[in-house]
């Protein structure tokens, strides 16, 4: 597994005393097989590798990242999702995986899980709107999902889509999204070691405001991209439509990679404040590729990434 200059132990990143007593609990609960019911083996979500990925980051508390979201399929406001998101059936949950491959299909999420190894990595999570927290995330590498389906030649881009389901995402029955949700990168951006499936957090199972059962995390680019509860992905010789293009693409670029020195139309990027104590608690300047430069810029070689918000 590659290791890169960024990377922490994650012994040197000292959790809160309340985040330790969690995984007490949450393990006695594996012990009574609660996490089954999430669609999750109990174990996924507590015997994960822990990796070296991280950069000196104090993590943000579990509390602040699960209640301070952005999940328009359950409302805009931030704390939204996390009053909501409860009304989601995440089991039993598939994957439709199809286009530009040999081996499509819709594939069961404990099938796709059984064939990884679970890894936890510290990463830096950036929005667009200029706030940013420190996660670790549970899940595998994206390119592991991908090989499954055997892909073609000449798939040069990967699509995603969340769930549509009105019913129990109420934010969906607005007509001022086009819904479901899409997203897309690039094929190698998607296979890049990076680019992570997060079944899980904080050595929990994915609480459903964050994005359950399955998301994407993709920690160089803003936040947005990072596609939350995904049903479907789709690989294709063109590059594919996302939602906030869609709804203003002067604004909102396919790249979208972070960027200090292209500042949004309507707001500054050149820093950023940190999710933490009173929910802002501190500012700080924002870093090209959010800090992950030294092992993503070179797939933008070439390219003019002012013209590619």
Request: with cysteine; aromatic share 12%.
């Given at each position: 597994?590659?290791?890169?200059?960024?990377?922490?132990?994650?012994?040197?990143?000292?959790?809160?005393?309340?985040?330790?007593?969690?995984?007490?609990?949450?393990?006695?609960?594996?012990?009574?097989?609660?996490?089954?019911?999430?669609?999750?083996?109990?174990?996924?979500?507590?015997?994960?590798?822990?990796?070296?990925?991280?950069?000196?980051?104090?993590?943000?508390?579990?509390?602040?990242?699960?209640?301070?979201?952005?999940?328009?399929?359950?409302?805009?406001?931030?704390?939204?999702?996390?009053?909501?998101?409860?009304?989601?059936?995440?089991?039993?949950?598939?994957?439709?995986?199809?286009?530009?491959?040999?081996?499509?299909?819709?594939?069961?999420?404990?099938?796709?899980?059984?064939?990884?190894?679970?890894?936890?990595?510290?990463?830096?999570?950036?929005?667009?709107?200029?706030?940013?927290?420190?996660?670790?995330?549970?899940?595998?590498?994206?390119?592991?999902?991908?090989?499954?389906?055997?892909?073609?030649?000449?798939?040069?881009?990967?699509?995603?889509?969340?769930?549509?389901?009105?019913?129990?995402?109420?934010?969906?029955s607005s007509g001022s999204f086009p819904w479901p949700y899409v997203e897309g990168l690039r094929m190698d951006e998607a296979m890049h070691p990076l680019s992570f499936m997060a079944t899980g957090m904080y050595d929990e199972v994915l609480p459903n405001q964050n994005g359950a059962p399955l998301r994407l995390v993709v920690p160089w680019k803003y936040g947005f991209k990072s596609i939350k509860s995904i049903v479907k992905i789709t690989l294709t010789e063109k590059e594919p439509p996302t939602t906030w293009n869609r709804i203003n693409a002067r604004e909102y670029g396919f790249y979208s990679n972070v960027n200090p020195e292209v500042n949004h139309p309507r707001w500054s990027q050149a820093s950023h404040r940190i999710i933490g104590s009173g929910l802002f608690a501190k500012k700080e300047p924002t870093l090209k590729f959010n800090g992950y430069g030294e092992e993503v810029a070179s797939l933008y070689d070439g390219m003019d990434l002012s013209k590619f918000y």
């Open positions: 597994m590659a290791r890169y200059k960024s990377d922490l132990k994650y012994s040197s990143v000292t959790p809160k005393a309340d985040f330790m007593n969690r995984r007490q609990l949450m393990a006695g609960a594996a012990g009574l097989g609660l996490a089954a019911g999430l669609g999750m083996p109990a174990a996924a979500k507590l015997n994960a590798t822990k990796t070296d990925y991280g950069a000196g980051l104090e993590l943000t508390s579990y509390e602040d990242a699960t209640t301070y979201n952005n999940f328009y399929e359950f409302g805009t406001g931030k704390g939204d999702p996390a009053k909501y998101a409860k009304a989601l059936t995440t089991d039993p949950w598939s994957v439709e995986i199809g286009g530009l491959v040999n081996k499509p299909g819709t594939y069961a999420l404990e099938d796709i899980l059984k064939d990884m190894t679970l890894e936890e990595r510290i990463y830096r999570f950036r929005c667009v709107e200029a706030w940013a927290m420190v996660v670790p995330w549970v899940g595998f590498q994206l390119s592991d999902l991908i090989a499954k389906a055997d892909p073609q030649g000449n798939a040069k881009y990967v699509a995603f889509e969340t769930l549509l389901r009105p019913k129990e995402m109420h934010g969906q």
